[in-house]
C-alpha cells in the first residue's frame, strides 16, 4: 500500500477549484428530464405533500443554483398556498438563480461542513454533492440526525471514495454501518435513502481529503477521503 497523498483540511478543500466552483448542480430542476425527481427516484414535493396538513420542511443539502427550490417554491405557492411549507437551501458557492419569491425559501451560502438547521426536515436530499465534501461520513450522519420521524433522506453517495489512511477502500466498513443503521444503499444510481429517525455511527476519524483523485462515477472531478477506523492506523 501506498501512503496518503497530501490532505487538505476544510479550509484548503474548499478552496480548491474542485470543490468552489460554479457549475456543480446549476441546471437541475424539480422534474423532467435533468431534474431531482429523476436522479432520486421521485419528486420531492410530492413527497412533501404526502405529509400535509402538517407542517413540512425540505432541507436541500448542496442545492446549487437552487433551481429545484425555486421550482418548488413556485408550485407550493401555486398548489398549497395555505400549507405551512419551509424550504431550506444551502450551498459553498452562492451562485443563485434568483433570489427567493416568498418566506417559504431560505437560501444560504455556507459551508456544509459547519451549518446546521434551527429545525428537523420531513426532507433532506444531497443531489450529486457529497463527492465535494471533505468528511462525507459526518455529513451523512449529520443529514440523517436532521430528519423527523417518517422522514426521508435521499443523497447520493459513492463509498469508494472512502479511504484508509493507506490509500486501502473503506468501502466494506461503510456498508456495515449503513446496513447496521438500516439506512439503503442502491450501488446502480449510487444513492442513500433512510426514513427517521435514523442514527449512523460510523467509527472513523476524519483525517483529510484529496481533491486530485480525478473523475468519480460521474465523470466529473471528486473528492476522495481519508479516515482512520475505530482509531486505528492501518499502515500499508
Known sequence: ????PHLLDHAALERSSVVANN????GRGLTGVNSYARDLGFDPVARLVQRLPAPVTWIDVCCGAGRALLEAESRCAADHPDADVTL??????????????????????AS?????PDRTADLVTCVHGLHYIGDKLGLLTAMAGWLTPGGTLAAHFDPAAVRHRDGSSAAREVHAELRRAEIAYDARKHLVTATGPASPHFPATYLGADDTAGPGYTGQPAVTSYYDWCGLTRIG
Request: glycine share 6%; charged share 15%; no cysteine.
Open 88 to 109: 431550506l437551501g444551502i450551498d459553498l458557492v452562492g451562485y443563485f438563480q434568483s433570489p427567493p419569491r416568498t418566506p417559504r425559501l431560505h437560501l444560504h451560502t
Open 23 to 26: 457549475a456543480m448542480n446549476r
Open 1 to 4: 500500500m501506498t501512503a496518503a
Open 112 to 116: 456544509a461542513h459547519d451549518w446546521r
